[in-house]
C-alpha cells in the first residue's frame, strides 16, 4: 500500500476553479492506477475520476468537461482541476491507488491506498 498525502482543498465560490493534489513518499505511482473519489455529509463516497496504468481516463458523467485528471511521474504527484465548481461539489475529495481490475475501475472497494481526504466547501 501506498501513503496518500492530498492537499489543495478549501473554500471556494460558485464557478471558481480548483486543483487538488495527491503525493506520496513512501512509493511510487508507475504501474498504479489512480483515481479521486468524493464523500459529502450523509452520502456514500462517490467516483470522480480515474487515470489508469495505460494512461486511459474516466469521469464522473455529470462533471464530465469539469474536470481533468493527470499526473506528473517526477514529482510523483496526482491531480485534480476542477473548473466551474458548483456548491453541490462540496465534499472530502480523497486520492486512491492500486492494482485495480477495469471493472472496478469508478469501485472504492478496488482500490487498496487511499488519502485522509481534503475539504472542499464551494459557497453560493
Known amino acids: 500500500q501506498l501513503q496518500l498525502v492530498e492537499s489543495g482543498g478549501g473554500l471556494a465560490q460558485t464557478g471558481d476553479s480548483l486543483t487538488l493534489s495527491c503525493g506520496t513518499s513512501?512509493?511510487?505511482?508507475?504501474?498504479?492506477?489512480m483515481a479521486w473519489f468524493r464523500q459529502a455529509p450523509g452520502k456514500e463516497r462517490e467516483f470522480v475520476a480515474a487515470?489508469?496504468?495505460?494512461?486511459?481516463?474516466y469521469y464522473e458523467d455529470s462533471m464530465k468537461g469539469r474536470l481533468t485528471i493527470s499526473r506528473d511521474n517526477a514529482k510523483n504527484t496526482m491531480y485534480l482541476q476542477i473548473n466551474s465548481l458548483k456548491p453541490d461539489a462540496t465534499a472530502v475529495y480523497f486520492c486512491?491507488?492500486?492494482?485495480?481490475?477495469?471493472?472496478?475501475?469508478?469501485?472504492?472497494?478496488?482500490?487498496?491506498?487511499w488519502g485522509q481526504g481534503t475539504q472542499v466547501t464551494v459557497s453560493s
Open positions: 486512491a491507488a492500486g492494482v485495480v481490475i477495469l471493472s472496478r475501475t469508478r469501485d472504492p472497494s478496488g482500490y487498496a491506498s
Open positions: 487515470r489508469r496504468r495505460d494512461g486511459h481516463l
Open positions: 513512501q512509493g511510487s505511482f508507475r504501474q498504479k492506477d
